[in-house]
């Protein structure tokens, strides 16, 4: 898109928000490439040189100084950071208190006198505000929820939290289960509140208010018996795969205390999203001991970010063979839907085409039935996702894109194996070529773009597919997205592999770009980090790769390119980028330069020590951390252990990414299984090297945990090997220097079991 056709969007974007924009108009608030007055563009004449921002909006006539500058850029503009300085020095100059760049991809709003992005309600603003809630802005923040609101969006929790107990209660134990009950009450609710905006037509007999004050079995019978069949002959539902199914819950006390408390809402006047809410609620509590809903699960802003990648337009036929509850094909139809609506072209036959012959879903589970509520409370009354088993039942080229979040080391049969070419009995392998499948051949507009575990790019089992899809040239690149992206739900490294068109030219090299900061925190919690990140950085580059046809290699920091060759060189076809572009970073020292293995056998029968990344400091023995349990962990003989001795390092290899290490401080020796190797600091750099100081860069530095994560891969669980373990960088300090950070850390964390201690005897006299 021109950034000429860029800020004509912008204006209609301006118009929709109360902006006034016509030339001509009186209280004309919107100017467009120059300012209102001779005494502004002076202001903006620097050096002799005169240039202006995009768009400078003014409160009214009668007050001088602008509010805010528009800078408006192509959506693939390579220098982001440089488009805010720019726009910063407009908005000082003219004394305009906001800046908003925008890409027809995102809106980044800044408070000008702090440089910081503008928050409402703790959020990062994502789009223009009108002129009235510009006004509200004191600082960078903003509190919009009056306490009515911010009751509302607490109630909602709370019903999520009542509506999990009363389920739990009832006996629905299964996370999936429960949810999907919970669920088809929630949308009941819904579709009654959305019936006459959304043109439903829903008989009134169908709709909340005909039964929410009935009680006990009356109630149970009228849901199952009247307004599920009427739902689902409206929506038109087939027998086999109804959208509503009748309620599995017995205890009608218990059903009757969810209804009354979805009663006291009003979903619709709730500013968020309502299922995504909902749905991220019960993950969170089932994730603890249960993970069957996490498997479900992307984090919006990488749905997003999918379709960034794959820019659904009007035309295209969409599919996602695993759509879980419908995150990707929903987004896909709601921004083909506004473009349509924003151009003008949003007719009747227009979106009966959206609705109809656009979005397609699979997905094995019950969850399919929770895809097509959302679906068709996104607009799609008619959607085309069906519960089936997708690897069972493969396509053969009839979508142009796929988008998808593979489910992660299926099993699969080999009957469903050889549905496919080349015949690998893995799930994951299986889930890209049934992809690959479904796409058009002929069309040159046929694209993908899908999340898999790193293991897909080095498992050896997979080297065929591999080297099927660097040889075709359908694979153009891959995004490496940070370890921590689907935190709390999976600790598994993930990649997003992008494909293109098979009858499209075949470019030399595959791109890998490396995401490192995602716009989150690489924490459990998650929290977000305002401003431009990593993610709209590859976006701007893509724009740019896609003008020609991924041919032209592009510069930036986080991106590299291998040559195909190369890679069908390499013995495993590994698509692992530490495989190809491994250089000592400047200030760093690879771990083979300052440790080396031991092995020695337990012949001493040493006590069998635990390593966890739990444990801050030190090794515990297995038995003060097991109890009488212990010897059912570990093995009562453990003369073939490995031995660690003081300031000696171990690790467990399959947990080594979520940070399993141990040192030992104990002047008496420890075993660890035979499985766990250990090394320990080489004699010659015993006076230049700290092990406790080694031992916290491989637990606590952020980059070398990342490092760590790309290492270590592996079928189904991730395994770092000796191998890669000794090419792992950590900064290399000083003595002096590495003394300092060590007796900080031994300070605290004395201090620390001192007051721990003290909690422990506390006895009130």
Known sequence: MLEREIENLLEQILRNCGWIVDVGVKNRQVYRQQPRSIDEINKLKVNGIQTFPDFILYEDENIAVPIAVIEAKRVEYKNLEKAKEQGLNYAKALGARFLFLYNANRFIAYYVPTEEVLLIDNEEVNGMLPLAQLRLFNGRKLELNSKVDIKSKTDLINVFKVANDKLREAGINAGIARFTEFSNL????????LNEERHYNIAKPFLWDSYRNLDGEMLLEYINGTVIPGLNNLFDSSETQPLFSALKIRNTIKLKEIVQKLDTLNLKQIDTDIKGDAFEYFIQKYNQTNNDLGEYFTPRHIVRFL???IKPTFGDKIYDPFCGTGGMLIIAFERIYQT???????????????REKTIWGGEVSETAKIAKMNMILSGDGHSNIIQHDSFSNPVEGKYNVVISNIPFNMDVSEEQAQLYFPIIKKGNAVSILHILKALKRESVKSRAAIIVPDAVLNDSSMSTLRELIVKNGQLRGIVSLPSKVFMPYTEAKTSILIFGSECAAKTEDVFIFKVKNDGYTLTTRRRPLPGINDLDEFIALHEEMLKNDYSI??????LFYIPRDKILRNPNKSLLLSQYFDALKEGYIRLESILEPIKEKNVEQYPTASITKSEFWGMPLGKDLWGINFISVTSEDNSNYNVVRKHNISFNPARANIGSFGICLSDNPVAVTSAYPVFKVKEDLRGKYIPEYIYLQLRHNPEVLEDIAERAYGTIRQSLSQKEFIKIQIE??????????VNYIKDKFFKMKKLEDELVNFRIE
């Open 340 to 354: 349509l609506e924003e151009s003008g072209l949003l007719d009747d036959t227009n979106l009966l085409a959206l």
């Open 186 to 193: 929630l949308f009941l609710k819904l579709l009654s509140e």
């Open 732 to 741: 290399d300090k000083s003595y002096e220097d590495q003394k300092k950070v």
């Open 553 to 558: 290699r592009l510069d930036h920091d986080n």
């Open 307 to 309: 379709n960034d990648i």
